[in-house]
């Protein structure tokens, strides 16, 4: 449909030709994400025309049309300039039922009085509501696309507005909660300012725990301990589901940086709290648990690491087995889950990397977390003949992710298999093999040996009998038992060794004088350097040896 024919009938249309009008151009574009670049200004004065009928008292259903006339416009940033303006943010933020501004001007009142009277009417009410749906669905297309509406939105407090909402939680229907705290996720994530204004000014992390505990319908009993579901109860309806999170991203945005004090304790335990329900909570598709969780892995990494003892001071129930009186079902279902992302074998850093690094930390501060995740991850060796590597248990997967191409994928499943070894180097070699822990060994000075700067309880595991018997025979590089290799040389003539071996050197030697290759040797410290450098250093330190 032509945008100028529209806004040509647009400037004679009376409110009925205006409602037929608008809807028959947007029965035309639903489905279109990519404008003509040539109509640029034509549709822009189309979002001023639906701007100025929006700013007239017209019915609900008119009011419905101009929002999704709005809303499909609004997907090209380049239009949004009438949108992006105080005038425009009020007008889209009443409309979506919200308090905006520095003052409750006549439009808003007019507007309130009017859903009031709308909503004594079951139908007029249905309307109301999907005009509220609309406006908020405009209000983000608009403030992810346009950096001027995300300064007008802090100009006329639209967090503010979006934070009184809140409080209406309990009542609201599902698509007014869902585009609410989406909204306020757009803000929070796109305005380093309103982050800190929401959490300082405006209470919005208590307000949307109490939000995540009405929409799991959580029942406390004990401080931080949620009563776990019933065997037989229902999964989480779909709507509770993405509205949990919807709050669960804002509240990631919010704790991004950590405040002190009693009372950020409190909250963050209560919210740790909650995350543990969560993840023991099953929804309608083992897609959208997953999902779930993922948001929940992701919160519990910006929460203090103190924190994560809520996880397992709940009481043991069926038998498990017990770990120093801590119950260990949360912790199962992330190992549970860290071993779902790495079976998937894509997108690692964002899918993977967060509850290794989450594991990492409940194992290096918590040692009943350690020693479960040990027990689950690498137990006790018994068949060495295999190269660490290879296999399908869960420790021959974090293995192989040591030599992935991807660097941060490769270094925190290092440092969360060092954790479990208690930060032994000999502990870890014996489990990896040496070639696949090099990495890790050099970044952290630790080729020679030793142990991390972080401190462990005494306690170890015994080795099986049939690790101890095939120690000696384990080759410390690939970790492993080696079946014997033929001698290469054993048939060779005395003449045919001379030759190999002066062709070996012949070769090194034009390498090393090309600087293809470097002679290394290890430092005291465990660190690489070049072998001269390292020789003279043995020198000068056995001189001083001998001088004292």
């Known amino acids: 449909m032509d945008v100028n024919n529209v806004l040509t009938q647009l400037d004679t249309a009376d409110e009925q030709g205006t409602e037929e009008l608008l809807r028959r151009f947007n029965r035309e574009n639903i489905h279109t994400f990519t404008f003509e670049q040539k109509e640029e200004a034509l549709r822009s004065?189309?979002?001023?025309?639906?701007?100025?009928?929006?700013?007239?008292?017209?019915?609900?259903?008119?009011?419905?049309?101009?929002?999704?006339?709005l809303r499909i416009l609004s997907r090209d940033k380049r239009v949004l300039g009438p949108v992006a303006t105080k005038e425009g943010m009020l007008i889209l933020g009443r409309m979506a039922g919200l308090q905006v501004g520095e003052e409750e001007g006549d439009n808003q009142r007019s507007f309130q009085e009017q859903t009031q009277s709308q909503e004594e009417e079951e139908e007029e009410e249905e309307e109301v509501r999907v005009v509220v749906v609309e406006a908020l669905k405009c209000l983000c297309n608009v403030v992810y696309n346009s950096p001027a509406a995300q300064q007008v939105s802090v100009d006329v407090q639209l967090a503010h507005g979006l934070c009184s909402?809140?409080?209406?939680?309990?009542?609201?229907?599902?698509?007014?909660?869902?585009?609410?705290?989406?909204?306020?996720?757009?803000?929070?994530a796109l305005r380093s300012d309103v982050r800190g204004v929401l959490r300082r000014e405006w209470n919005a992390v208590r307000m949307l725990t109490e939000v995540l505990e009405h929409t799991l319908d959580v029942r406390w009993v004990g401080p931080y301990e949620a009563a776990c579901p019933e065997p037989q109860e229902l999964p989480k309806p779909a709507e509770d589901n993405e509205r949990a999170k919807e709050a669960l991203k804002v509240l990631f945005n919010l704790t991004l940086s950590e405040a002190g004090g009693e009372e950020d304790d409190h909250q963050f335990r209560l919210i740790t709290g909650l995350l543990r329900h969560l993840l023991m909570l099953k929804t309608e598709t083992e897609e959208k648990t997953e999902e779930t969780q993922s948001h929940a892995v992701n919160l519990l990494n910006n929460l203090p690491v103190s924190c994560l003892d809520v996880l397992i001071d709940v009481p043991v129930q069926g038998g498990q087995e017990n770990y120093g009186g801590k119950n260990m079902d949360a912790v199962q279902v992330l190992i549970d889950f860290m071993e779902k992302r790495i079976d998937k074998g894509s997108n690692y850093k964002e899918g993977l990397t967060p509850v290794l690094s989450l594991l990492t930390k409940g194992s290096r501060h918590h040692r009943e977390i350690r020693r479960y995740i040990k027990a689950q991850v690498l137990p006790p060796l018994k068949d060495v003949k295999i190269r660490p590597e290879i296999g399908t248990t869960?420790?021959?997967?974090?293995?192989?992710?040591?030599?992935?191409?991807?660097?941060?994928?490769k270094q925190m499943a290092a440092e969360f298999l060092f954790v479990l070894c208690k930060e032994s180097v000999d502990n870890l070699l014996k489990y990896t093999g040496y070639g696949n822990a090099a990495g890790l060994l050099v970044a952290r000075g630790l080729l020679a040996g030793g142990r991390g700067e972080t401190q462990y309880s005494e306690d170890e595991d015994s080795d099986t009998e049939e690790y101890k018997s095939a120690k000696p025979f384990i080759n410390p590089i690939t970790g492993h038992v080696e079946e014997p290799m033929p001698?290469?040389?054993?048939?060779?003539?005395?003449?045919?060794?001379?030759?190999?071996?002066?062709?070996?050197?012949?070769?090194?030697?034009?390498?090393?004088?090309?600087?293809?290759?470097?002679?290394?040797?290890?430092?005291?410290?465990?660190?690489?350097?070049?072998?001269?450098?390292?020789?003279?250093?043995?020198?000068?330190?056995?001189?001083?040896?001998?001088?004292?």
């Open 165 to 188: 909402s809140l409080r209406g939680a309990r009542t609201w229907h599902h698509e007014v909660g869902l585009f609410t705290l989406r909204l306020l996720f757009l803000l929070s």
């Open 45 to 69: 004065k189309l979002c001023q025309s639906v701007l100025t009928v929006l700013g007239r008292q017209v019915q609900a259903s008119c009011q419905k049309t101009c929002l999704e006339t």
């Open 487 to 548: 001698n290469p040389i054993e048939e060779m003539t005395e003449e045919q060794k001379e030759y190999e071996a002066q062709k070996l050197v012949n070769m090194f030697d034009k390498l090393s004088r090309q600087n293809v290759i470097r002679p290394m040797g290890v430092r005291p410290d465990g660190t690489l350097a070049p072998l001269e450098d390292t020789l003279r250093e043995q020198s000068e330190y056995n001189s001083g040896s001998d001088s004292d």
């Open 394 to 409: 869960t420790r021959n997967k974090l293995v192989r992710l040591m030599t992935h191409v991807d660097m941060g994928v």
